[in-house]
T-cell receptor
Framework: GAVVSQHPSWVICKSGTSVKIECRSLDFQATTMFWYRQFPKQSLMLMATSNEGSKATYEQGVEKDKFLINHASLTLSTLTVTSAHPEDSSFYIC?????????????FGPGTRLTVT | AQSVSQHNHHVILSEAASLELGCNYSYGGTVNLFWYVQYPGQHLQLLLKYFSGDPLVKGIKGFEAEFIKSKFSFNLRKPSVQWSDTAEYFCAVKKSSGTYKYIFGTGTRLKVLA
């Protein structure tokens, strides 16, 4: 089946620093990837849609200058949390759409737990 | 705005009990529907999906869901739960055209007592 990986699986950083999270589709090409944020005991909130070769589309209320998204290839999207603060601590999950698939299904990565101290 | 409601936030069942988790959505057009499961410490896994055809959908691990268009519902069922079904369950909805975005429900945390 389609596999999506994320790296790192967890990261601790100091307030004010930037952190990059990678999302890779391992066995399929993904023109579209999605970044979600999940707070403890809450649902997944879509942050942005990452489009290969073009700018990401951000959901209302998500700061595009804070959460930088780059989708430079058909298998890799990155999310950079800039000038991180403790309130950015969360579980970040990416998903990818198989452009060769027939049902517009998304495949989810294992998530990255970010803790900002 | 499109929304997805899961009314049961926490459910506790004994093994062998039957399970039904509710999912209702607000969008009036044609939709694609999904149920995902997230086991403790693991990533989201697809249980089942509905795109068209038979409204009764069978998924993995003995789960099934029924799409009732008139009620805007897509409830998840399992006739006999096991301790290993302890997990969080998310319903998700996507408009069938015009977007790839999923809207997730708030999730239902299921605990099955051995």
């Amino acid at each position: 089946g389609a596999v999506v990986s994320q790296h790192p699986s967890w990261v601790i950083c100091k307030s004010g620093t930037s952190v990059k999270i990678e999302c890779r589709s391992l066995d399929f090409q993904a023109t579209t990837m999605f970044w979600y944020r999940q707070f403890p005991k809450q649902s997944l909130m879509l942050m942005a849609t990452s489009n290969e070769g073009s700018k990401a589309t951000y959901e209302q209320g998500v700061e595009k200058d804070k959460f930088l998204i780059n989708h430079a290839s058909l298998t890799l999207s990155t999310l950079t949390v800039t000038s991180a603060h403790p309130e950015d601590s969360s579980f970040y999950i990416c998903s990818a759409r198989d452009q060769g698939g027939t049902a517009y299904e998304q495949y989810f990565g294992p998530g990255t737990r970010l803790t900002v101290t | 705005a499109q929304s997805v409601s899961q009314h049961n936030h926490h459910v506790i069942l004994s093994e062998a009990a039957s399970l039904e988790l509710g999912c209702n959505y607000s969008y009036g057009g044609t939709v694609n529907l999904f149920w995902y499961v997230q086991y403790p410490g693991q990533h989201l896994q697809l249980l089942l999906k509905y795109f068209s055809g038979d409204p009764l959908v069978k998924g993995i691990k003995g789960f099934e869901a029924e799409f009732i268009k008139s009620k805007f519902s897509f409830n998840l069922r399992k006739p006999s739960v096991q301790w290993s079904d302890t997990a969080e369950y998310f319903c998700a909805v996507k408009k069938s055209s015009g977007t790839y975005k999923y809207i997730f429900g708030t999730g239902t945390r299921l605990k099955v007592l051995a």
